[in-house]
């Protein structure tokens, strides 16, 4: 038996927010792509109408991103030495970003991001999940055929286990196409013909 709960995965991407919550009594809320205390942090628009999401909070990261930015002047300012600092003007260090990631596409910002070693990623829309070939090759995505729309297509179920074929759901059912499977099996098939007549099932 494998015990995983739909919530898991979400559960431990939450980083430092039960410790936090547990050693400090910080309780965390919402606060769109970016955190109080880190930056430069967001998904970025670029040229052609995408987004890219650049991590680069840590002093490590942010020196990197100044690379891939051609931003020298960016790494050996004072005013964004420190994560703190940085985290403190947010607003503007992320504008800075901003302004570099939309003047370019979203590949040349990922490309440029890779070549330094910056942690980037391009934020998918559906169009780009059913063509990506990663998820095409390991067969991520299945195409079900439900009764009232026909052919779908839509996640495949997860996890998957090596060596068992792959269940494949089935869309779900009509209104009252189990009728004579559960109504019949407790009111038996002349009264269940009584309430058909009736409209009542």
Known sequence: MIDAALYGSILRVLEWTIAGYDQLGVVRNRQGNRLDNSAPLDNYPTADG???CIVAGSDANFRRLC???ERP??????AWSTLAKRAARADEI???VADWTSARSAAEVEAACIACDVPVG???TAAD???DPHMIFREDLITIDDPVLGSVKQQAPFPRYQGEERPVPSGAPTLGADNDEIWGALVG???????RADRIV
Do not use: F, H, S
């Not at 098939?189 to 309430?195: I, K, M, S």
């Open 122 to 124: 391009l934020a998918y």
């Open 67 to 69: 690379t891939a930015m």
């Open 50 to 52: 995408a987004y890219v």
């Open 94 to 96: 992320n504008g800075i």
């Open 73 to 78: 002047d960016l790494a050996d300012d004072d």
């Open 129 to 131: 999940i059913a063509a």
């Open 189 to 195: 098939a002349d009264q269940l013909a009584r309430l």
